[in-house]
């Protein structure tokens, strides 16, 4: 797509295409030295384009998407991980039939993006939604409150280390 | 000296050219009113509070309260293996349970990869457009009371209880059924079903004229739903509304026509638009969709192939899924469009992270924006012609 590579050229941001990046070959010739260490492999998407933006970002890359014809934002969503927070934003370009997927990695400790409410209006229920169950604050939200949880509720529930007895516990091997 | 205006000559003049939006001038001005409907109430199909701030009679602000039926299914499904997790996305819109089992499976098929046979996928269809026919009665039927008509909601339900025998033929449930699979589909189909079903459909198409002649030819309902409700093309796709209600508002989009799954792309199929975006356009979306429906199932009967192929594959019940993979998958529910997003993070048989984007919970958040200006009495036509269930809101 040809609006990946503005986005590449403007913000700096990573494209992780369709499928993943293909791996190394595999097979090393008997006799040589085994390959350097691989850095640990990124996730893909089966279905759309990743893009990952830098938080600080986030409000410039969606006002340029939406000012280039990404007119619909499907989503606004989260995924809890040991040492990060992805937060994920589904877009689609309704004439051109395109989706593009966003994706921002904040601290766990103290999440804080921009809200892009201001952009798409579609943004200001998911975007309180994911305030309620991860506890990610989005700055310039007009209403930022708990949605589905009363709000004397502690914890955020689809972090991973809110477990019950219930719950089945976070995996103690470490994978980033 | 004239005759008064009757009301068929008022629509025959076409009622919507007339300004309906209430605005309020400094002179007409009465302090502001909180109304506060539900939790509990007829007209919100379930438990929502809608807190209403009114000018008179006019409504200034709808601010819903949602979470009443919050029960977490993502949290849940997050500590469930593939083939664990289906039933709960009956749950998630208990009146189009088939739709719901079809996203949440073609999401788990497409990050673990696996593959449906033919047969398969004709009968998910067959029974995603059933069931949308089913939904779209009720919705019909309660559309009625919320108007204050009693009539309609006796004659969905007659034709909707068909649909549901026909569902329990095929897996023994009425309500949620959990009979789309990872794999495929839980059962074949049964003898004579494919028979049955034709000649509910022949029956129904038979049905559709009398709804016509009894709701929407009405012209005290045309003037309840005409030019009620608005929202441009602009706004719907900045809101994200979805499903008929966006097509409503003329946005010519139907994922299953335009990023078609399963067998959609081998079909031929009308997809309803309409151009003003008022509550009437919605409400003739839906009974139309209820046509092209019915042309679906007639084709997929008709390339059904033949049993030797299998109806699933079947899929362990610890079947693994790869890591560091994601998927959306898109569909079109009858409410709109349902995508479930799912993350495998370090694979194995239970998914990371499963989110249901459901086309309930983005509706809602434009009920604000509709209703604004509008009389208390339009609010509930506004949010009926939305077609909002409860369950899909909370998950």
């Given at each position: 797509m040809p609006i990946i590579a503005e986005l590449e050229k403007r913000f700096a941001v990573t494209h992780i295409p369709l499928g993943g990046v293909p791996s190394a070959p595999p097979g090393q010739p008997a006799g040589q030295p085994a390959p350097p260490a691989q850095p640990a492999p990124q996730a893909f998407s089966v279905t759309e384009p990743i893009v990952k933006v830098d938080p600080k970002k986030i409000l410039a890359v969606c006002s340029f998407l939406a000012a280039s014809g990404f007119d619909y934002l499907l989503t606004v969503t989260a995924a809890d991980f040991p040492q990060r927070i992805e937060v994920l934003y589904f877009l689609c370009s309704m004439s051109g039939r395109l989706r593009l997927e966003l994706k921002c990695e904040l601290p766990r400790d103290k999440p804080e993006i921009d809200s892009v409410s201001g952009v798409w209006k579609a943004a200001l229920y998911p975007e309180r939604e994911v305030y309620d169950l991860f506890g990610i604050k989005f700055k310039g939200h007009p209403d930022l409150r708990r949605i589905f949880l009363e709000d004397e509720f502690e914890g955020y529930p689809l972090r991973k280390d809110y477990t019950s007895d219930f719950l089945v516990k976070m995996p103690e091997v470490g994978f980033r | 000296m004239t005759a008064p205006e009757t009301i068929a000559e008022r629509m025959a003049k076409d009622v919507i050219e007339q300004p309906v939006r209430h605005e309020v001038t400094r002179d007409l001005w009465t302090d502001d009113f909180n109304v506060n409907i539900g939790p509990q109430h007829p007209s919100t199909h379930g438990v929502l509070r809608l807190v209403v701030t009114l000018d008179g009679e006019v409504v200034k602000k709808v601010q819903p309260y949602c979470?009443?039926?919050?029960?977490?299914i993502e949290k849940i499904s997050e500590n469930r293996t593939l083939l664990q997790l289906v039933c709960f996305s009956d749950r998630v819109d208990y009146v189009a349970a088939m739709n719901a089992n079809l996203a949440v499976c073609l999401a788990g098929e497409k990050i673990a990869g696996i593959e449906v046979p033919e047969r398969g996928q004709y009968i998910r269809v067959i029974m995603a457009e059933l069931n949308r026919i089913a939904s779209h009665l009720l919705w019909f039927g309660d559309f009625g009371l919320n108007l204050g008509a009693g009539t309609p909601f006796f004659y969905a339900f007659r034709e909707r209880e068909q649909v549901i025998n026909l569902f329990e033929e095929v897996c023994g449930n009425r309500l949620t059924y959990n009979y789309i699979r990872p794999g495929g589909v839980a059962f074949d189909l049964p003898e004579k079903w494919v028979e049955r079903c034709q000649s509910f459909l022949d029956y129904f198409l038979t049905k559709l004229p009398e709804y016509h002649r009894l709701v929407t030819n009405n012209p005290i309902f045309q003037v309840r739903t005409r030019g009620i409700g608005v929202v441009t093309r602009e706004e719907a796709l900045n809101w994200g509304l979805s499903g008929p209600s966006l097509r409503g508002s003329g946005v010519d989009f139907d994922v299953r026509r335009d990023d078609p799954y399963e067998v959609y792309a081998n079909l031929k199929f009308r997809v309803p638009l309409g151009t003003r975006g008022d509550t009437f356009e919605r409400y003739l979306c839906r009974m139309m969709e209820m046509e092209s429906s019915v042309d679906i199932i007639r084709q997929c009967l008709e390339k059904l192939p033949g049993a030797q192929g299998g109806h699933a594959k079947k899929v362990s019940m610890l079947a693994r899924i790869p890591a560091n993979r994601e998927v959306l998958v898109r569909t079109e529910a009858p409410r709109g469009e349902m995508s479930v997003y799912m993350c495998s993070g370090t694979g194995g048989p239970k998914p990371w992270r499963v989110k249901y984007r459901t086309a309930s919970f983005a509706n809602l958040a434009a009920l604000d924006q509709l209703s604004r200006g509008y009389k208390i009495a339009d609010l509930m036509a506004i949010f009926g012609s939305l077609d909002v269930v409860i369950p899909e809101i909370d998950r």
């Open positions: - | 979470g009443y039926l919050h029960r977490s």
